[in-house]
DNA sequence: CATGACGGTATCCTTTTCGACACTATGGGC
DNA sequence: GCCCATAGTGTCGAAAAGGATACCGTCATG
């Protein structure tokens, strides 16, 4: 279902700008990888499925998965699976990853400085 | 064909991270984006539809109609008719969506630095 | 007269995305 | 025996996004 998106990275200068959207497009990816920056509880930051499950009530088990799927293989979050007996999955952040901070927060920033969504009503 | 995305707001603190990723994404929000900040000629930084297409050439009128009248209505960009007899329209960044900057611009560092798509390129 | 630049529209079609819903295997608690 | 939780997968279908192509009116140029 995904992985169709990177295909040509063929726009001249602001290509780079595209490129970085094209990583965390995708309706939850933000807000995942914001989640993973800010919300995790231990130092590395570490969640596991039904966390997000829980503080993003309106993905579908099927969205999630899709999108931790997607930003796993862009090499922007790193999912751990424990061998045991009620399954256990750990997702966080890569150094890659990581080193997106400066763009969630400067989204996040944005956000809560032009606090709605619509012009008018931040007007 | 748009104006069907900022439907809910509903999610809870990353909220904020969805919300201006809404605004920008898109396939070429990005990158007009990116051209109305850096490489506007004049110091107000206005571009004509065809100066656009010259910058990139893989966007059909369609789309970048489109993505310009998206801009626009969430207001981000403002368009200006000149009633001249070869038309002419100008786009220039509204106040709003010049406090996109910082946000255009940390797409835009972490592109660079992390130059390619994909991880293993980068790797 | 034909062509091109300007700034778009209109129409059609394909691809991509998203959501609903059901289903899986395992083990523990009641 | 039944239901819960874990972390998913599979299938279906609707909707949205995006692309291709053709067309519009005006004026200047060749």
């Known amino acids: 279902m ?10 001249s200068p602001g290509c780079a700008v595209e490129a ?3 990583l965390i497009d995708g309706k939850w990816k933000g807000v995942i990888l ?4 800010a919300e995790a509880p231990e130092p590395e930051g570490a969640l596991r499925f039904n966390a997000f499950r829980r503080r993003m009530p309106n993905v579908t ?6 999108q931790l799927r ?3 293989s862009d090499g922007l979050v790193h999912r751990t699976v424990y061998a045991e ?3 256990r999955v750990e997702y966080r ?3 890659r990853g990581r080193s997106l901070e400066p763009v969630i927060r400067a989204l996040k920033a944005w956000g809560d400085a032009h606090a709605a969504m619509a012009p008018e009503v931040a007007a």
């Not at 914001?34 to 920056?37: D, Q």
């Not at 088990?61 to 899709?66: C, F, K, S």
């Open 61 to 66: 088990q099927r969205m999630l998965t899709n």
């Open 85 to 87: 007996v009620p399954p």
């Open 34 to 37: 914001y989640h993973l920056l």
């Open 20 to 22: 970085t959207l094209q």
């Open 2 to 11: 995904a992985r169709t998106r990177h295909r040509s990275l063929d726009c």
């Open 70 to 72: 997607e930003l796993e």
């Open 93 to 95: 952040l890569t150094e």
